[in-house]
Nanobody, 125 residues
Framework: QVQLVESGGGLVQAGGSLRLSCAASGRTFSSYAMGWFRQAPGKEREFVAAISWSGDRTIHADSVKGRFTISRDNAKNTVYLRMNSLNPEDTAVYYC??????????????????WGQGTQVTVSS
């Protein structure tokens, strides 16, 4: 497994922006796709965005498309989630995750076996 540490969460007003970071260690980062998920109170964890191992392919959930952008820097073993135009419905704990298989581009939560501790994002109205 890979060790993942998220940072960058916080409290922001509606319409504001945040950039989340996820630092990875423990295996060859550049061989693995990465994903961001979120979980709001009382709700199930949901997919937010994913990026391929080389960074040339990305996908974003419909709820965040056009507002959030996933990216990665393989030289720094870090994946990012840029979040713009935040609204209160984006309030959640955000997790980065890595799938169990290398060179596997997936959106399915069940395919991810390495998770960070999560970072809280709170958007006030």
């Amino acid at each position: 497994q890979v060790q993942l540490v998220e940072s960058g969460g916080g409290l922001v007003q509606a319409g504001g922006s945040l950039r989340l970071s996820c630092a990875a260690s423990g295996r060859t980062f550049s061989s693995y796709a990465m994903g961001w998920f979120r979980q709001a109170p009382g709700k199930e964890r949901e997919f937010v965005a994913a990026i391929s191992w080389s960074g040339d392919r990305t996908i974003h959930a419909d709820s965040v498309k056009g507002r959030f952008t996933i990216s990665r820097d393989n030289a720094k073993n870090t994946v990012y989630l840029r979040m713009n135009s935040l609204n209160p419905e984006d309030t959640a704990v955000y997790y980065c995750a890595a799938p169990r298989g290398s060179y596997t581009f997936t959106l399915a939560l069940k395919d991810f076996n390495s998770w960070g501790q999560g970072t809280q994002v709170t958007v006030s109205s």
